[in-house]
């Protein structure tokens, strides 16, 4: 049954075009409003990378020629066809081709209008702009010449597509308009730069009745996107947000209360079951251990199956991200385990992507040598069953002779390489890093992945793929061969990775913070465990590092059954934000802008 018979547009820079996190947000949620929507587009920019995932196809004949309008009266190029995700959307991409010689004119405009200062802008607020402005001009186009329908909503995501919405509220108001901001560019920043303590100062605005002042966007040298994103949050028909704690932050920043939230979704049923999970996590696991015995054992004994294997991940922010949080309280946790006696090992990869000078030569002789003994040991071992065989055929035990000397001499030569790093401490990286915040809070917390380090640390900055020549796995297969995701986030918006490793079949650590972690409090328990809460809000920083401190050595401490309901608990908390039932915000949203 459809939504309503009407069309809905969905303008977003990230359609077949994935720089960020909308482009999940738009793709994982499609079959879902396509079925809800009978008449849905999507637009997006066009670069030459996006026909990887655009499937042209030539247009039907009343968009053919207003394409061909368009690109007479306008100098706009639109491509039409599939985007080629689950569901196939039709899609039109823009070229927007004469609007870029025409962008001081665009902004003169936007000055003129909505008093968007854009004297200075850099390269991310110009490179959109253009194409932004144009979307505006093609759905104009397309709604005047009746292609889209008169009940036509225009959904527009973040301040990189807001000129189109701008330019329709002054064109054509008839064409309802939906902005979403999925964090504010303002807020980001001010929590990423840490000079000055965001919450704080939303917390003490709001209870006062203040809104900020723009002259804040101009120290921080954002005033362009920042009054863009307001003056789309303030002109929409229908304002929206993904979290309600991102919409704490856009009625002090923006001055205007989201009227309805978005939270972020997946499609659940991409995702394993938990008894496929289970099977899948024992050979992943398997997979993780290979890897962890050629990068440990050349330098010392490591005893790969009784090593609990815990990861963190997402974009290189080092304060909004919690990765300082994340650093300093396995630091802490060293410290308690070496004080412990205990055997029981961590190993934390980050995954964190940052430019890199290649891998690690010893690393790369390392995974080489443990390869070539795993290929002549598999080639022995099946020629030992065979010489045991024909000893068993004649009545006779299998002597000493059952193993090749070639082999035990080819295996001896090996095992002498092995052991010539024996004793040196293996790096924190299978990668060359240029010094970054991440290597000096590992070295400040004296996180050396020496001998007699029970918290073990591999700094993974590349993405993670098949084909590596390290690892070799991709994210997800590496997420499920793991045992816990920790997110300790102090700006996340949403928060994609905690919600995928808790459907991924792990236990999860989040932060009152973060959009997910709100969105799901109300669902836990009282001292739940599978989806674990980090309180950060309004708390002191050696107290976040301490309690999450105290939340590892928790889960480390746990035995296998108990992490085991803890894992399937997780999952079942997951289904909680399915597109199958998320999907529903959205049509509350185009509901109220059609009223409006």
Known sequence: MTFFNGTVVEVSYEIANKVGGIYTVVASKMENILSKIKDYYVIGPFYSKSLAEFEEEVPPVHLKRCFELLKEKHGIDCKYGKWFIEGKPKCILIDPGRQREKINEIKGKLWEIYKIDSLGSDWW??????????????????????????????????????????????????????????????????????????????????????????????????????????????????????????????????????????????????????????????????????????????????????TLLIFTSGRFEFRNKGIDVFIDSLGKLNQILKGMKTKKHIVAFIWIPCETRGEKGEVMENISLFNRAEEIIERETEEIKERIMECFAKGILPGKNVMDEQFLNDLRKMILQLKAKYNRTPPISPFDVPENSITLALKRNGLLNRREDKVKVIYYPAYLSKIDGLLAMDYYNAVIGCHVGVFPSYYEPWGYTPLETAALGLQTITTDLSGFGTFISSRLEKDEMSIVILPRMNKPYEEIVDKLTHILLKIYKMDKRKRGMYKIRAKQLSLKADWKVLIKNYLKAYSLAMKR
Not at 179 to 207: C, N, P, Q, W
């Open 125 to 306: 607020f110009n490179e959109p702009l253009p194409w932004s402005w144009s979307t505006g001009i093609v759905i104009e186009e397309l709604y005047n010449s009746s292609v889209f329908r008169s009940n036509t909503i225009a959904h527009f995501h973040e301040w990189l597509s807001g000129a189109g919405l701008l330019y329709l509220k002054s064109r054509n108001p008839d064409v309802k308009t939906v902005f979403t901001t999925h964090a504010t560019v303002l807020g980001r920043t001010i929590a990423e730069v840490g000079r000055e303590d965001l919450y704080k100062m939303i917390r003490d605005g709001l209870s006062k009745g203040e809104t900020m002042n723009d002259s804040k966007a101009y120290e921080y040298n954002l005033q362009a996107k920042h009054l863009m994103e307001k003056a789309c949050c303030n002109n929409a028909d229908v304002f929206t947000t993904v979290s309600h704690i991102v919409a704490m932050e856009c009625e002090y920043i923006l001055g205007r209360k989201p009227d309805v939230i978005l939270p972020n979704g997946l499609n659940m049923e991409n995702f394993p079951i938990m008894e496929e999970l289970s099977n899948l996590h024992i050979s992943h696991r398997e997979r993780i251990r290979k890897f962890l015995m050629s990068y440990f054992s050349p330098y010392y004994e490591f005893d790969v199956k009784n």
